[in-house]
């Protein structure tokens, strides 16, 4: 949800983007007059025409709507701060696994094109530094991608994830540690594990029936929603 009090609109020119208008404008201030509230009350000033040059989102809140503060609550303050900080230099700095599902996910929401490509040419960047069969890396590259397609129905992410997967032919270890604990997965998630099995359907089921076997062994414990899902 996004939240304002009142101001005065600012028309803003054509302006092509990305764009570098300087970092050092962000420490100003007089010149930051938009508050952009994130997670744990914490909050990011910046300049509404710099941020509207970037974001026709933002263009129409504060321009039209006349906006003073947005909310991102569901943002961590550094992911909004490395946002900002992006869209003031013209480009994406310092990007982290762990800022990137919220940096990517600003980008989308408030509609910044140039910074989204950014993001997944990260991405790209990161899948293809995976050169061993490492599950913790692999599973990043599957989450995030999951996630994409989750939030944002995006599949942007799912081709360069499942690739990797296969390239380094973890497929069917990446499913048995995948699937140790299948009811914690979303309908979508599982989706994408019979997407990435494809017609090695097998991986699934060799997993499902050692997961039946040992709930089997225990009296009167039924089959897993996901399970029968899966089946």
Request: aromatic share 8%; glycine share 2%.
């Amino acid at each position: 949800a996004v939240v304002s009090t009142q101001s005065t609109g600012t028309m803003v020119p054509n302006v092509t983007v990305p764009m570098n208008f300087g970092k050092s404008l962000l420490t100003s201030s007089t010149h930051n007059n938009l508050v952009l509230n994130t997670s744990k009350n914490k909050t990011v000033k910046a300049n509404s025409v710099i941020l509207s040059f970037n974001s026709p989102v933002i263009s129409n809140l504060t321009g039209t709507l006349h906006m003073t503060s947005v909310d991102m609550l569901e943002f961590d303050r550094e992911a909004v701060q490395l946002f900002v900080e992006a869209a003031y230099s013209g480009t994406v700095e310092d990007l982290t696994r762990a800022l990137f599902r919220d940096v990517n996910k600003i980008c989308s929401v408030f509609k910044v094109d140039w910074m989204s490509e950014s993001c997944l040419k990260y991405f790209k960047e990161e899948a293809e530094s995976v050169t061993t069969a490492c599950y913790p890396d692999l599973l990043f590259l599957f989450e995030e991608a999951a996630y994409m397609l989750e939030e944002q129905k995006s599949r942007d992410l799912v081709h360069t994830a499942l690739e990797r997967i296969e390239v380094l032919q973890f497929k069917q270890q990446f499913i048995d540690q995948y699937l140790e604990n299948a009811e914690r997965l979303s309908t979508r998630k599982l989706d994408l594990v019979i997407e990435l099995a494809g017609s090695e359907v097998n991986y699934i089921v060799q997993t499902l029936t050692n997961q039946l076997t040992q709930q089997t062994r225990v009296q009167g414990l039924p089959i897993s929603v996901n399970c029968r899902y899966l089946l």
